[in-house]
């Protein structure tokens, strides 16, 4: 069995992938590892496997439950930097932030069949013990899951050079107020998605198009962002703008390009407790 912090980072991503909220899948890791301790280690033939399949479970159990709780319409993962050291997390199992979002259409099995097969390379047979289904209808969960989200064209890629060039030039645009330059850089069918969670109120959650985006992007500049630092970075592997008031982290800008290089989506966390760990990003 590996020591508990190797098995901390290693676990991290099961919970995390599932949840998208870094403190709840601290809290299902602590827990699933605290409750390991407590048992009688001769008891369990295969301690990775026993808590691997716990910290699955316990994180359906609690996706489930938020899902529930959630108020607001749009809801975003928790960003989570992915430039950072190796001694981070397990961050190459961490989901890209588009897969992470489109994942919101699965129902929880789908989402957990997708992940353990598609990000971390279970067989059905695995998976099966590890959700307590057949081998059949994991097969089936896999096969409506890949159907659902194959209409949204979703994509394991990672963030490339050159995309974070083109956000260079978007943030030049902004600030120049070039309306023509954000026109060229913007896809026709760009969407920008708000989580704004429930304690603010927020311009719009919703806005798609060409002309909303550049009159929604330009107005939240210029009435909200043109004081505030702002710092290109990546986030879930995906080219990424921070906005600092100070110290304070205030918005977290995520964003996704076609093969042409046109920004199709920008997910925008100004939810305060989605980024109550802005540390993290800095």
């Not at 919101?104 to 099995?109: A, G, R």
């Not at 429930?198 to 107005?219: C, P, Q």
């Not at 918005?251 to 993290?280: A, H, M, W």
Request: glycine share 4%; proline share 2%; net charge neutral.
């Amino acid at each position: 069995m590996k020591d508990l912090k190797q098995l901390t980072k290693k676990l991290f991503p099961y919970a995390y992938n599932i949840l998208g909220n870094t403190a709840d899948s601290e809290d299902v890791v602590q827990n699933v590892l605290i409750r390991y301790q407590q048992k009688e280690s001769s008891s369990i033939s295969n301690p990775d496997a026993y808590v691997v399949k716990a910290v699955i479970n316990q994180s359906i159990n609690l996706k489930k439950k938020n899902d529930k709780r959630r108020k607001q319409t749009i809801f975003l993962p928790e960003p989570i930097a992915t430039n950072y050291g190796e001694d981070k997390i397990e961050g190459e199992e961490i989901l890209n932030y588009s897969m992470l979002v489109l994942l919101e259409i699965l129902n929880i099995k789908e989402r957990a069949v997708f992940l353990l097969k598609e990000a971390f390379d279970y067989e059905h047979d695995e998976i099966s013990a590890i959700l307590g289904i057949t081998v059949e209808n994991s097969r089936q969960l896999l096969s409506r899951a890949r159907k659902k989200l194959k209409a949204r064209k979703p994509t394991l890629e990672m963030s490339s050079s050159k995309n974070k060039e083109y956000l260079i030039a978007y943030v030049n645009a902004i600030r120049h107020a070039d309306l023509k330059a954000l026109e060229q850089m913007l896809s026709n069918e760009v969407q920008v998605l708000v989580d704004g969670g429930t304690k603010l109120n927020v311009v719009a959650e919703f806005t798609s198009g060409t002309n909303d985006t550049i009159k929604l992007v330009t107005y939240i500049y210029n009435y909200y962002q043109k004081d505030l630092e702002i710092k290109i970075t990546e986030i879930n592997y995906q080219p990424a703008l921070l906005f600092y008031k100070g110290r304070e982290l205030v918005n977290c800008q995520v964003f996704d390009f076609d093969n042409r290089g046109e920004i199709t989506e920008i997910y925008s966390v100004v939810d305060p407790d989605k980024l109550r760990l802005g540390s993290l990003l800095l």
